[in-house]
């Protein structure tokens, strides 16, 4: 620097300085050691205004330049592409300009308005449909160069291929009309007479349970099925903690010879440490309920026809074990004669109903639950079924009341079961006869592990069970999730209607 940056006041304590001072009057300060301030370097201007046209008034000082051409503005042939600003080169400060590049071809200009101020928010005019892109790149103002005449004044501009409308719109192209790939008229459905995708409504269900466009699991029949049929209900659902639901059911109706009715509920709930519990809880379920249609119309005793149902019951459980009908691929007879056939066989629980003719009859094998629950609540309520479970036996034996044998860990470990690997199926019997109207609740564990004692069941059924059994199952499905759901939740809700001379004890 030629001459030392002159001062108006002290640095350290403000006091005003004259010309020429050299040290503060007030606190000496030494006004040699501050340094000066930054050169000033003057704001560039990129590209320039057409020959002619009026040139955009400097910025304020701290302020900067608009970046680019104004609109129907180029540079004049020969002109810098870059350079600083006038003011800086007329100063005489030593600053220099920079060469410009060799002119090049550059299509014709879009007209506007002469001298119009172009910055940032303000439209680029779109290049036109077809049209690649401009010789030499960007041009000097750092936007892309207008290759398409503007529209007459009054009339909307083209629309780029980007779209019409900001944010929204269909685009639209040299081609015509481009469908938005978003829009749901546009999404490929999947092929008539499959199941969709219940993620994104698009994709095909593979028979693994996958879909083949966004990869979701697809949730199983059996996650969630409910039925009614006439006055009983049934609800079964997966739970929160399973990944399948091993749980299965049967409702049916029929006549007796006499024709009155006869209403047949099962439940039946897989062993999870066996081997396709899921199938043996169906065959069970489905082998009960057409013994039960089968023997009733004939006449034959309830409590006999339920003892024959889960005899036939077991049979197709055992079925399962030994490769009736093959297995992955396995001949029957070689899995008959296969001597680890029995280890982990299917193995399922059952429990059903009949009501008829005033009757009321359970069966029963493992720990698979009935309830009777009044519809008046003024009688007790009452558990018609015992556990073949560890826990029962305990009881039963005076070993453990049944506050600390329910408590045990080994308290859900069952005694009885239906299953190739089950030493001896001993069906429980019971028939009742009810002097009140009411319900029958037929459940799995998933249901009373969380109203395990009568009274606790008989609080979460609905007053109107009888009336609605289908949305009293529900609601007990519902009480069980919201308990924690760790087990697969099964419950049929059997309404009981008194019949004239029908009255007796439960």
């Not at 303000?122 to 049209?131: D, L, N």
């Not at 029949?221 to 009614?228: L, P, V």
């Not at 008959?336 to 005033?358: F, I």
């Amino acid at each position: 620097m030629s001459r030392r940056h002159q001062l108006s006041a002290c640095p350290g304590c403000e006091e005003p300085l004259e010309s020429g001072d050299l040290f503060c009057g007030a606190c000496g300060y030494d006004l040699s050691a501050v340094p000066p301030p930054p050169e000033d370097r003057p704001t560039m201007v990129v590209g320039s205004p057409v020959s002619g046209a009026a040139r955009p008034a400097p910025a304020a000082p701290g302020r900067e330049q608009p970046l680019g051409d104004p609109p129907g503005a180029r540079p004049a042939p020969g002109a810098g592409a870059v350079r600083f600003d006038a003011r800086a080169t007329a100063a005489g400060a030593g600053d220099f300009e920079l060469p410009a590049p060799a002119p090049a071809a550059r299509p014709a200009p879009v007209p506007g308005p002469v001298g119009e101020a172009w910055g940032p928010g303000t439209p680029v005019p779109p290049p036109a449909s077809g049209a690649g892109p401009a010789p030499g790149g960007v041009p000097a103002g750092g936007a892309p160069a207008p290759e398409a005449s503007a529209a007459p004044a009054g009339e909307p501009a083209p629309a780029g291929p980007t779209g019409g409308v900001p944010g929204g719109g269909s685009a639209t192209g040299a081609g015509g009309d481009l469908p938005d790939p978003r829009a749901a008229e546009h999404t490929a459905a999947p092929p008539a007479g499959t199941r969709p995708c219940v993620a994104c409504r698009a994709g095909r269900v593979d028979p693994d349970g996958y879909c083949e466009n966004c990869g979701h699991a697809q949730p199983r029949e059996r996650d969630h099925m409910e039925e009614e049929l006439g006055a009983v209900a049934a609800v079964s659902d997966r739970g929160l903690r399973h990944h399948r639901n091993e749980d299965a059911f049967a409702l049916s109706s029929t006549a007796l010879p006499d024709g009155s009715p006869a209403v047949v509920a099962i439940v039946c709930d897989g062993v999870s440490s066996a081997t396709r519990p899921d199938e043996a809880s169906a065959a069970a379920a489905a082998a009960a309920n057409e013994a039960l249609l089968a023997s009733l119309p004939r006449g034959t005793h309830p409590q006999t026809a339920m003892h024959d149902a889960i005899v036939a019951a077991s049979e197709a459980v055992n079925a399962l074990a030994s490769g009736h009908g093959g297995q992955d691929g396995q001949d029957g007879d070689a899995m008959e004669h296969d001597p680890h056939r029995h280890q982990n066989a299917p193995a399922c629980t059952l429990v059903a109903t009949v009501v008829a003719n005033g009757l009321l009859v359970v069966g029963w094998v493992g720990d698979s639950r009935a309830y009777w629950v009044p519809d008046d609540r003024g009688g007790p309520p009452a558990r018609l079924t015992e556990d073949d479970s560890w826990a029962a036996q305990m009881v039963a034996a005076g070993l453990m009341n049944e506050a600390e044998a329910y408590a045990d860990e080994r308290a859900h470990a069952i005694t009885g079961w239906l299953g190739a690997d089950a030493y001896e199926v001993e069906p429980h019997i019971a028939a009742f006869k009810p002097d009140r109207p009411g319900v029958v609740v037929v459940c799995t564990d998933g249901l009373w592990n969380y109203a395990e004692a009568a009274e606790d069941m008989a609080r979460v059924v609905p007053p109107d069970a009888a009336r609605r059994p289908l949305h009293s199952a529900r609601v007990l499905v519902g009480h069980a999730l919201d308990g924690g759901g760790h087990d697969n939740v099964t419950v049929a809700v059997v309404p009981f209607a008194m019949t004239a001379g029908g009255a007796g004890s439960a």
